[in-house]
């Protein structure tokens, strides 16, 4: 076996630099600048060593699902690189404390239970993460996120609360139709509440997620190859 070292998967290099041409590519057809663009890797069920070969490559910006397997493999990746992590997955009530002690950004807060838990935590921990209102665009059963009905409700209760702290607002359109009038439909109301951060996009459609406005995509697959 190579050295755990040096033994980065080279393919991670390259698809990172393939899906920053591809959002460059994007942004430059919508009129924007790449710069506007943070490309949030996603790195779920993938192994530690994965994340490695991306920050050798230079990524900085990370996105899991889980606060368990966020827990296992970013903490300990601290003492020698700087980078951000994001959790971008439905949050359950008690485990705020612990997303609050690792992660820099939550893009996932999606109702009142879950501020009160975050809130919390942030005055027991003494840290204060970055946050996101993520939006069930599709009004689906299962999945997480506030409904597009009490979304701007819920918006303006969590900048009374949380101040500058909230920055935007996140989504994951339904798998089976055309993203663009969800992103469209949230980049609408980023703009309504002032928010200046629109977390959308994933392998599949980041690219028509700048074309509407994204700032923030998160990719995982394009990056680190089928999970
Ligand atoms: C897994 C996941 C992603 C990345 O999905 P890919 O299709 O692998 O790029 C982005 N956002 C969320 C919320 C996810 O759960």
Excluded: Y
Aim: charged share 25%.
């Amino acid at each position: 076996m190579a050295s755990p070292v040096t033994s980065a998967p080279p393919d991670i290099a390259d698809n990172l630099r393939h899906v920053h041409d591809r959002i460059a590519n994007a942004a430059i057809a919508a009129g924007r600048q790449p710069e506007e663009i943070t490309l949030v890797a996603v790195s779920k069920t993938k192994p530690v060593e994965a994340v490695r070969a991306a920050l050798r490559a230079g990524q900085r910006v990370f996105g899991e699902n889980r606060v368990q397997e966020a827990q296992g493999k970013f903490p300990p990746l601290r003492t020698d690189h700087q980078f951000t992590l994001h959790l971008i997955g439905g949050l359950q009530t008690n485990k705020a404390r612990d997303a609050v002690r690792i992660a820099d950004v939550i893009e996932t807060l999606d109702r009142p239970k879950l501020a009160d838990a975050i809130a919390a935590a942030m005055q027991r921990e003494g840290r204060s993460p970055t946050l996101l209102v993520e939006v069930n665009v599709g009004n689906e059963e299962q999945k997480s996120g506030v409904s597009r009905d009490n979304a701007d409700g819920f918006i303006d209760e969590c900048k009374g609360r949380f101040g500058r702290q909230l920055v935007g607002l996140m989504c994951v359109p339904p798998l089976d139709e055309d993203p663009r009038p969800h992103f469209t439909w949230l980049a609408d109301r980023a703009a309504k509440h002032r928010l200046s951060v629109l977390s959308m996009g994933m392998s599949a459609d980041f690219e028509a997620a700048i074309a509407c406005g994204a700032t923030w995509v998160r990719v995982g697959t394009a990056i680190f190859g089928a999970r």
